[in-house]
C-alpha cells in the first residue's frame, strides 16, 4: 500500500512533468500560447527539432554547462570542506548548546533569499565593508575587486548551500562510534590521524550525499550567478531562463533542462552503485 502510493506520487511529481520537459524538447517553436507546437500530422513526425542541434553545435551554451558544473563542483567541495570541521566543532560542544550552535546555521535560512545576497553585495562591492576593513587596516591601499567575480560568486555559493552539507553529515557523525576513536587514540594515534583513519571512511557515505546535495541544485542556480557572477559569464541557469522567458524558445529551453538532467544523472548513479556494494 505505502509502496504503491510512493510510487504514484513519483510518477505524479517527478515522472510526469519530466516527460512534459521532454516532449517540449522535440517540439518546434510557434508564437502561439503556449510558444510551441509538437511537429505531428495525423499522428505521425512530420518535421525535424532544430533545438539539439544548436545545443551540440553552438559552444555557448556548452561552454554554460561547463561553468556551471565547475561552479557546482567547486561550491559542494568547499561545503563538504567546511562542515567535517563545523559538524565536530559543534559535536564537542556541551549537548545543551548544540541546538543553539545548529540554530545559528539554519538561521540564514530563515531570510529571504534576495535580501541575502543584497547583503553580500553589500559586502563584496567597492566601497562595501570588506573592502573599508581592508583599507583601514593597511592591507590595501585601493578597492579590491570582488563583485561579479569568481570569487565573490563562490563565497555566495557557499553561504547559501552550506546547511545542505552541514546537516546530513553532522546527523551521521553525531551516530558514530566514539570507542573506534577513543581506542585508536589510545593506541598513540593522533588527532589528525584519527579522523584520517577512523572518521573520514566512516562518514564517507554521508560526505557523498552531502556532496550531491549541494553539487545537484547549484548546477542549476541562476538567482546567485544573476545577482553577484559576472554578466558575460553565464551558466546553464541562466541560459534555461532566458530562452524560457526571454527568446521565448521553450524547446531550445527544454533541451537545455534535459542536457543539464543527462549530466547529473552520472554522480547519482555511481552514488547508488557505491551504496549498493557497501
Known sequence: MIRGMAGAWLALLV?????????IAFAIPDPGLPPFRLPL???????????????????????????????????A???????????LGILSAAPER?????????????IGFVLRMAAWVGLLRDSGLINQALQALGVITEPWPMLYTPGGLLAGMVHSYLPFALLPLYAALAARDLRLEEAAADLGAGAFTVFRTITLPGSAAAGAAAFLLVFIPAAGEFVIPAILG??????AGGAIWQEFFGARDWPLAAAAS??????????LVLWQRLERRR
Not at 43 to 67: I, K, P
Not at 77 to 87: H, K, T
Not at 259 to 266: I, N, T, V
Open 15 to 23: 515522472a510526469a512533468p519530466l516527460l512534459v520537459v521532454l516532449a
Open 77 to 87: 567541495g568547499l561545503c563538504l570542506l567546511l562542515s567535517y570541521p563545523m559538524a
Open 98 to 110: 548544540r541546538v543553539l550552535l545548529l540554530a545559528l546555521v539554519v538561521l540564514p535560512l530563515c
Open 230 to 235: 559576472a554578466p558575460d559569464a553565464l551558466l
Open 41 to 75: 500530422q495525423a499522428g505521425r513526425w512530420v518535421e525535424g527539432n532544430e533545438s539539439w542541434a544548436v545545443l551540440t553545435q553552438d559552444g555557448f551554451y556548452l561552454a554554460a554547462l561547463l561553468r556551471s558544473l565547475a561552479l557546482a563542483g567547486a561550491t
Open 258 to 267: 534535459v542536457a543539464l538532467l543527462a549530466a547529473l544523472l552520472p554522480p
